[in-house]
Nanobody
Framework: QVQLVESGGGSVQAGGSLRLSCAAS????????MGWFRQAPGMEREGVGV????????FYADYVKGRCTISQDNAKNTVYLQMNSLKPEDTAMYYC???????????????WGQGTQVTVSS
């Protein structure tokens, strides 16, 4: 059974940084894609970025380019989302997910974490 355990969320002031973690188990990460998504109240879930576990390739949504970096630690089977220069509009529940497509579309992902809240104050 796939399990995704997230951590690192919290409250920060605008301009601050956070690093979210997603510890994965129960699947073969070497050929999987790990996506980071966010969902603000009243909004649809949207992709932040994705990493190909097999090679570490990444791409990001336009609105976060230059502010976010996804990385992985295969020894720990953990994927990270480093977020810098946070803005109040980044406030959302952040999720990690596993799928078999190199995509930012939520529908391409099969397994989801529980979500971790990120709140950015002015």
């Amino acid at each position: 059974q796939v399990q995704l355990v997230e951590s690192g969320g919290g409250s920060v002031q605008a301009g601050g940084s956070l690093r979210l973690s997603c510890a994965a188990s129960g699947y073969t990460y070497s050929s999987d894609y790990m996506g980071w998504f966010r969902q603000a109240p009243g909004m649809e879930r949207e992709g932040v970025g994705v990493i190909y576990r097999g090679g570490g390739n990444t791409f990001y949504a336009d609105y976060v380019k230059g502010r976010c970096t996804i990385s992985q630690d295969n020894a720990k089977n953990t994927v990270y989302l480093q977020m810098n220069s946070l803005k109040p509009e980044d406030t959302a529940m952040y999720y990690c997910a596993v799928g078999d497509r190199y995509s930012l579309l939520p529908k391409r992902y099969n397994y989801w974490g529980q979500g971790t809240q990120v709140t950015v104050s002015s």
